[in-house]
C-alpha cells in the first residue's frame, strides 16, 4: 500500500503545484495538515477527500486517480491505461446488464 500512498503523494504535489495552489489554500474542505499527510504518502484519501481535493484544484477525481497510477507505474502509457479502463468498464457494464450505469 506504501507504494501507492506514494504515487498519489507524487500525483497530489504536481496537480497542486499545476494548479498553483499551496496546501493551505484547501481549507475548508481539506486540512492542510491532511493535505501535508497525502502528500508525504502518510495518509491514504477517502473517495469524497479525493473528491474534495480536486474540487479545489479544479480538476476532475479521475485526473487525479490516473496520475496516481502512471507515477506508480510509469512504464504504462496515459493512453494504455485509459483504454484498459474503458474496456473494464464497457464488460462490466454488459455483464451486469445495464446501460444506464445505475444502481443496482
Known amino acids: 500500500m506504501r507504494e501507492l500512498n506514494d504515487a498519489f503523494a507524487q500525483a497530489l504535489r504536481d496537480m497542486r503545484h499545476r494548479a ?5 489554500d484547501f481549507p475548508p ?8 499527510l497525502m502528500e508525504r504518502g502518510i495518509r491514504s484519501p477517502s473517495l469524497n477527500t479525493i473528491d474534495d481535493l480536486a474540487e479545489v484544484m479544479g480538476i ?3 485526473a487525479l486517480v ?3 497510477y502512471l507515477h506508480r507505474d510509469p512504464d504504462t502509457s496515459f493512453d494504455a491505461l485509459i483504454s484498459k479502463a474503458a474496456r473494464e ?6 455483464h451486469d446488464g445495464s446501460k444506464t450505469g445505475g444502481d443496482r
Open 89 to 94: 468498464i464497457r464488460t462490466e457494464m454488459i
Open 20 to 24: 498553483d495552489l499551496a496546501q493551505t
Open 60 to 62: 476532475s477525481p479521475l
Open 66 to 68: 490516473l496520475q496516481c
Open 29 to 36: 474542505k481539506v486540512s492542510r495538515e491532511h493535505v501535508s
